[in-house]
């Protein structure tokens, strides 16, 4: 069994044999650990079981790059500071109230969020978000985890992390130098601090190089 059959496997149990009728689900861990394939895979599963699922992600709120070239933040893009936290904390606890939301979705080969392209219903079972600070002891962001009914964290090695950044960038058509360059310049260093600053989450899902969990 691969490792992301096995995650989503334990996460739809655990899942199904919650009482709640509505639940938020929270999939952290550093950049390039795999939270999107896991998202993805496991509102897939919860569909084909009859449950309606959607999914947001945290890269709908980083922060537009001329506000960062203005406040001198753009060499730093993906750290905590760099995304409307806020405004990210006032969708979630719109979501927690049940109320339907538009949540903005983030166009990486564009390198920019896309405002209202998600559309979450009110009558959605079960509601995916993932990102690297939803489990994160930093202000503001520590304020999330009360609102969570459920929290899985994706850890990986950090070489094997390395290998899926400098990857990343040169699906983009980076040249290596670049891509290298950005991994070990910001992707890397924002790693760090997520790793440093996790707050424990339910389940700690381990991405083994190799495996089925990639970026």
């Known amino acids: 069994m691969s490792t992301l059959t096995h995650h989503v496997n334990l996460l739809t149990d655990h899942l199904r044999d919650r009482p709640d009728t509505s639940q ?8 390039g650990c ?8 496991l509102a897939r599963r919860l569909t084909l079981q009859k449950r309606k699922t959607a999914i947001v992600t945290l890269d709908g709120f980083h922060l537009d790059n001329s506000v960062l070239d203005s406040e001198g933040l753009r060499a730093r893009k993906g750290a905590p500071e760099t995304y409307d936290a806020p405004g990210f904390i006032r969708m979630i606890k719109a979501l927690r ?5 538009y949540a903005p979705a983030f166009d990486r080969a564009r390198d920019m969020a896309i405002a209202g392209a998600v559309a979450v219903p ?3 079972a079960i509601v995916i978000v993932e990102g690297d600070y939803l489990m994160f002891k930093e202000t503001p962001w520590a304020d999330l985890a009360t609102l969570w009914d459920v929290t ?9 992390l390395r290998a899926r950044l400098i990857q990343r960038w040169l699906s983009l058509n980076y040249s ?12 890397i260093p924002n790693a760090m601090r997520v790793i440093e600053n996790a707050l424990p989450c339910d389940f700690s899902l381990d991405g083994q ?5 990639t970026a």
Do not use: C, F, N, Y
């Open 152 to 160: 899985a964290r994706i850890s990986v090695p950090m070489p094997e």
């Open 176 to 187: 290596p130098s670049v891509a290298t360059r950005r991994a070990e310049g910001i992707d």
């Open 209 to 213: 190089p190799g495996r089925t969990v």
């Open 24 to 31: 938020l689900v929270a999939i952290t861990g550093a950049p």
């Open 97 to 101: 109230a049940g109320e339907k939301i």
């Open 122 to 124: 009110q009558d959605a």
């Open 34 to 41: 795999g939270k999107s394939t896991l998202a993805r895979e």
